[in-house]
């Protein structure tokens, strides 16, 4: 059963505008999450990261919200350009050794 | 060089035959970790380890065998590869808890 979930396999958004990509998780022990940028043939590069004790982490122009009562996650970028145009996973972890990971969502940013 | 290395980038094998993926890393990270990716599935985990000689199963480990007996190499072995084991495998490293994870850029795999 998928703990971390990305309902959204796809978004398109046009240059400048906001992308936010969503996340949804159901093991309420998560306490560390994450987003990982992927281009094609590339590993996962890392984004930015929220500890389960805030609500919200800003990096630059991204910045990723928590909300642990509706147990969801989400990434702003703003304003989005088309190099970010990539596949976006988000990623939890509890106390053990483990990322679990969602599906991904494909951002297209239209110039 | 400095960061995490797989090898090969691209593996064609037939079904049957044992392979194995290489994985090295040069931060002496702690934790290593072994993905794959299939379209639907996102990132499973197979296999992690927390430092030498310490090894535990993730998600999908049927099929696989993992060996670290040095910090920096986490080798995965297909022991007879199936064409189910068709995939993109990804390594990852990780200093400690609550910390990011650093990926390879990952082995693509064909069984035939």
């Known amino acids: 059963d998928q703990q971390v979930k990305q309902n959204s396999p796809s978004l398109s958004v046009q240059e400048g505008r906001i992308s936010i990509l969503n996340c949804d998780y159901t093991n309420s022990m998560f306490d560390y999450f994450l987003w990982y940028k992927k281009y094609p043939a590339e590993g996962p590069t890392f984004l930015i990261s929220?500890?389960?004790?805030?609500d919200k982490n800003e990096d630059g122009r991204f910045t990723v919200f928590l909300n642990k009562s509706a147990k969801h996650l989400s990434l702003h970028i703003v304003p989005s350009q088309p190099g970010d145009s990539a596949v976006y996973f988000c990623?939890?972890?509890?106390?053990?050794?483990?990322?679990?990971f969602g599906t991904g969502t494909s951002l297209t940013v239209i110039p | 060089d400095a960061g995490i290395t797989q090898s090969p980038r691209y593996k064609i094998t037939e079904t049957g035959r044992q392979v194995t993926l290489m994985c090295h890393q040069t931060?002496?990270?702690?934790?290593m970790f072994w993905y794959r990716q299939d379209l639907g599935h996102g990132l499973r985990l197979i296999y992690y380890?927390?430092?030498?000689?310490?090894?535990d199963k993730g998600e999908v480990p049927d099929g696989y065998v993992v060996s670290r007996s040095k910090t920096e190499n986490f080798p995965l072995t297909l022991e007879s590869a199936t064409r189910s084991q068709t995939s993109v495998y990804f390594c990852a490293s990780r200093q400690g808890m609550n910390t990011e994870a650093f990926f390879g850029q990952g082995t693509r795999l064909t069984v035939v």
């Open positions: 990623a939890a972890s509890d106390a053990g050794n483990q990322f679990y």
């Open positions: 929220i500890s389960s004790i805030k």
């Open positions: 380890s927390a430092a030498a000689d310490i090894t």
């Open positions: 931060w002496s990270h702690s934790y």
